[in-house]
């Protein structure tokens, strides 16, 4: 199933916020990358295919990144480097961009190759908190997201296998080997095929969540229609969990206000073995008592007003002020 490929020079992936990085998100527009796979498919947790096509026409933003991918982008040489010393090898970076000959909408960044093989090496790092996300070292088992990623790059010929290097809590390097899947890869190829020709017809696909639909049909005509069969099923099924989800909403409250009430004042409640399993605590929330300050330190709340009242110059300038209108709230997990 596979095609040659042509191969087109490119940079690496650049950090955030510089002109390399903004020729790197225009290229992207210009086909469907490892990244777009899971999105493709319905399967990121982040984004849906209407979004990824909006991006791709060019009717919003394309995404730049955040805190996270720009930690990722600046641990990818770590990464790389600590993987080259577990195996013995050494990895170089690609430096272009693969495109498929016959779909060249179809395309690979690939974060390094490893010399001497036909394998490529995808880098990751990721919160120790995930760490549930994550199998055994020397399994495939990794988040779906990446495994079709990564899946995508071994629809090119050039690699036959490949290697998932996770850094897991900044301390806990784990090495998952891929091989292809071409099952899933035929199915994968199948629908990438079908995105692209919706966004070359210039529509978008259809939507897979709520949001998706409050997007596409935000204001309404102020007309009738008639539901049909399936729609009366749906209707159904929406308004029994609707009335599931009341129920489970009340007893969550109920067992809520009945550990609050033994827990009382105490900020953390303990199993008979004496393992942490709830804690009540006052923290400092997101609200602040804005009009409280104005009618007690007007003159602190004009100077705050930048043009209009600006909670981030008052925290700077005058922290002891902010934090005394700065509300609490007892947070309980």
Known sequence: MHSTVTIQQSTTIPPLFTPER??????RKTGIGGSDAAVILGLSKYKTPLELAEEKLGLVPPFAGNRFTEAGNRLEDVIADWYADERGCRVARANQTFRLKKYDFIMAHIDRRVLKERKLLECKSADKWTLHNWGEPGTDEIPDAYFLQVQHYLMFPNWDYADLAALIGGNDLRIYPIIPDTELQEMMLEAE???????E???????????????????????????D??????HEELKGSMVAKKAIDAK????????????????????????KIRTWKTQKTSSFREKELITTYPEIYEKCLAPSFNRKTCKKDYPAIYAEFQTTGRVFR
């Open 22 to 27: 903004s020729e790197f998100l225009e290229e």
């Open 193 to 199: 095929i079908a995105f692209w020709t919706t966004i």
């Open 201 to 227: 017809r210039g529509d978008l696909p259809d939507p897979i969540r709520e949001s998706d639909t409050n997007k596409l049909w935000s204001r309404d005509n102020g007309e009738l229609i008639y539901a």
């Open 229 to 234: 069969t399936d729609v009366m099923e749906w």
């Open 252 to 275: 969550l409250d109920d067992l809520k206000t009945k550990v609050k009430s033994y827990m009382k004042e105490y900020s953390v409640l303990c199993d008979p073995d004496g393992k």
